[in-house]
């Protein structure tokens, strides 16, 4: 079966740094992909691993280990901008047409 | 262009009226995929398209739903005789290939508001 894991909800203060996990098992893995979604817009593209290793972009970075079935996205510096929900998805192989695979997400609210 | 572009940005129909939602992918982006979210973050799969042929079409329902990609046209998601629980927002995504280091884009979404 296809399961995607992560925290429903976390919270951090500005300034800080927050870590949020994503474990995942599915059937076939083509990647996996970090989206920031503000509510009532539509999800941003934050990062994408396909390979294991840190991907360190700005204040973000994403992590994957596929061993493991584990990912996280690291935000630093937190602004309160970045109160949004956070959505971790696989891409599935051809045996799943390549689609995306969603987490529930994480809400992250950003304290001053 | 450079953008998913999706239109309308909100709909309104009464129940048992049709919807119809359409999505213009990137420029050079041969698949296209709609999904469905309901209550906040629970994105449901509904179909994708490698140009104009589906490519997947297992989480459509099937009595009252569904969609095309014509060539030189926007796709579409159309919805006959709607129901209250078909009230969400749909998003529209393309990417290139599905090869390693293509990334799916999303549009704005269409909120679907059904009275």
């Known amino acids: 079966g296809q399961n995607i894991d992560q925290p429903t909800e976390m919270t951090a203060t500005e300034g800080a740094i927050v870590q949020i996990n994503c474990t995942y098992q599915?059937?076939?893995?083509?990647?996996l992909f970090w989206y920031q979604q503000h509510a009532g817009e539509a999800p941003t593209f934050l990062s994408y691993?396909?390979?294991?290793g840190l991907e360190e972009k700005g204040r973000f970075s994403s992590f994957l280990s596929r061993s493991k079935g584990y990912s996280y996205l690291l935000l630093k510096e937190l602004q309160m901008k970045d109160s949004a929900s956070y959505l971790c998805a696989v891409r599935g192989g051809m045996d799943s047409s390549y689609k995306l695979i969603f987490g529930s997400g994480t809400r992250l609210l950003v304290r001053p | 262009g450079e953008e998913v572009a999706q239109t309308p940005k909100h709909l309104v129909r009464g129940e048992g009226q049709k919807a119809k939602l359409y999505c213009a992918p990137i420029k050079g982006h041969s698949y296209v995929f709609w999904y469905q979210q309901v209550l906040k973050n629970e994105f449901k799969f509904l179909i994708s398209?490698?140009?104009?042929?589906?490519?997947?079409e297992t989480g459509m329902p099937k009595e009252r739903f569904s969609a095309k990609c014509l060539p030189n046209s926007p796709c579409s998601l159309e919805i006959q005789a709607t129901k209250l629980e078909d009230s969400a927002v749909y998003f529209c995504a393309s990417s290139q290939s599905p090869g390693s280091g293509n990334t799916i884009y999303f549009g704005e979404g269409s909120w679907l508001t059904v009275v």
């Open positions: 691993n396909v390979l294991d």
């Open positions: 599915t059937s076939g893995f083509n990647g």
């Open positions: 398209f490698q140009n104009e042929n589906v490519f997947d």
